[in-house]
């Protein structure tokens, strides 16, 4: 089978097309033709040795897969073979086939496509584990998001409306914040052109965002800690700004702030039932028309590094995914 082989720690320019055996399902796995995998940033730094998960090379990157049923191991039941799932596995999405743990495959809803469902699981499951497990949003709140025009932001605008909050959305550029507002968002900051701080200010007329959504960090991280009403949920997403900012514990002391950090990964090995019914609640929101997944590129997998490198680049809006046919880069 042909898959993307990280052969070296390195860049994505170093990725290769290998043609590898074969996997066999063993105990407790089920086998999946792969049709289509999602990109992510952690497929960046897995790739560089820089990821939580650090294996040795050579290995095949990619965090999440969807297709059809080929075979199940030993003991695996709920599955049949010719089913849709979607897969989470601790690696090698990148790849025509994969084997992997049953308890990280779900079964797809009807009506949602391969290129989707490719790219559904991390970002729309970390968007809900974020505001849902750890910020606690409520009815009637104020959610600020960040980067709200890249894949997790935009599932979080996206979910934020479904939980009936109020959403102010922050990225760079008019067409990045188009897009935002087509999700959802109620209110739209260009951090290129305003200050944050005194939009959420004039938008909340003075009270700050109840719940933060930050996958940015750095200089966002900072402008929203100064943006956050009292008793506010600040969610610590991730790092794409590229600086890990330091927290200043008096800030959260006065106004009585509760800084979270979400890993959603880790949910897989120490909760992974929370992950099925999250699944759940998840596919009725997209069967009911309020969740409208954007897939902004699909790339061919000999096109893996050029794709991550797009995504690195920040030129990427939604999400993007790839094929295992040799269709060229589209945009959708």
């Known amino acids: 089978m042909r898959a993307v082989l990280c052969q070296n720690l390195g860049a994505p320019e170093d990725l290769v097309i290998a043609d590898l055996p074969t996997p066999e399902p063993g105990p407790g796995e089920v086998l999946i033709e792969v049709a289509a995998a999602g990109l992510n940033f952690a497929d960046s730094l897995i790739i560089k040795g820089k990821y939580q998960e650090k294996p040795e090379p050579p290995f095949v990157p990619g965090f999440e897969a969807v297709g059809r049923v080929l075979a199940l191991g030993p003991g695996v039941e709920g599955f049949q073979v010719g089913e849709r799932v979607m897969a989470l596995p601790d690696y090698g999405a990148f790849a025509e086939q994969l084997a992997v743990r049953h308890e990280h495959v779900f079964k797809l809803p009807d009506g949602m496509t391969d290129e989707v469902a490719a790219g559904f699981p991390i970002n729309y499951g970390t968007a809900h584990g974020a505001l849902a497990w750890h910020g606690r949003l409520q009815l009637g709140e104020i959610l600020l998001v960040h980067g709200a025009a890249g894949g997790t932001g935009l599932a979080a605008v996206e979910i934020g409306k479904a939980m009936g909050a109020t959403v102010i959305a922050t990225a ?105 019914s999250e699944f759940d609640d998840l596919f009725d929101w997209f069967q009911a028309g309020e969740l409208k997944p954007f897939v902004s590129h699909s790339h061919s997998i000999e096109q893996a590094g050029e794709a991550i490198r797009f995504l690195l680049d920040r030129k990427s809006k939604g999400k993007m995914v790839l094929t295992m046919g040799a269709a060229a880069s589209a945009q959708q």
């Open 172 to 276: 760079g550029g008019s067409e990045k914040l188009a897009l935002a507002q087509a999700h959802g968002a109620d209110h739209l900051i260009d951090y290129r052109q305003e200050d944050i701080r005194e939009r959420v200010k004039d938008i909340t007329e003075g009270r700050g965002a109840d719940v933060v959504f930050d996958p940015i960090g750095g200089d966002v991280f900072e402008a929203s800690l100064r943006s956050i009403a009292w008793e506010g949920r600040l969610l610590v997403v991730g790092f794409a700004g590229g600086r890990v900012q330091q927290i200043p514990a008096n800030h959260l002391l006065v106004k009585n702030v509760a800084a979270l950090g979400i890993y959603w990964g880790s949910y897989r090995k120490k909760a992974p039932h929370r992950l099925k």
